[in-house]
């Protein structure tokens, strides 16, 4: 099974960088993802069928209200997530990226099993490494960070007791 998922990602890793994925795609997936989440308990995510996904669970950073994301996650191989505040390699960072700088203790769900989390953000040192990982798991993602024109905020979730 994961060698057919190696191929579907690079069959579909580049339709992702077209510039109707990135219109379309902040549009069409949240709702999707949100009615799925409802209906399986979280167990079930449509980006999850190519990379690993989790859903993050921040609060507001002016209102503190809760606040949820789907997003792809990278495993560091040391029980660590990281994510990538790419926004569909628009302009402005997301919001739930901004809500972790504000409140860097979160949770995050992954598989229906929701854990609490530490964010962190990668120092600028170690960002080419941290990429490097990305894009082993899904190629050409930094390729985000190139068109957006700003630098990618990438944080480590680090699960807490």
Known sequence: MPAIVDIVRRVVAPLTHTRLFRRWAPVLLPPLERFLARATGGRVQVSAILVPSLVLHTRGAKSDEPRDAVLM???DGHGRAIVAGSNFADGRHPAW???????????????GRRMAVHASRVPDGERDAV???????WPGYREYERASGRVVRLFVLQPVR
């Not at 990226?97 to 598989?111: C, G, K």
């Not at 990429?131 to 798991?137: F, H, K, P, T, V």
């Open 131 to 137: 990429w490097a990982r990305i894009e082993r798991q």
């Open 73 to 75: 996650y990278t495993p």
């Open 97 to 111: 990226s901004t809500n972790l700088i504000a409140h860097p203790d979160a949770a995050i769900t992954v598989r």
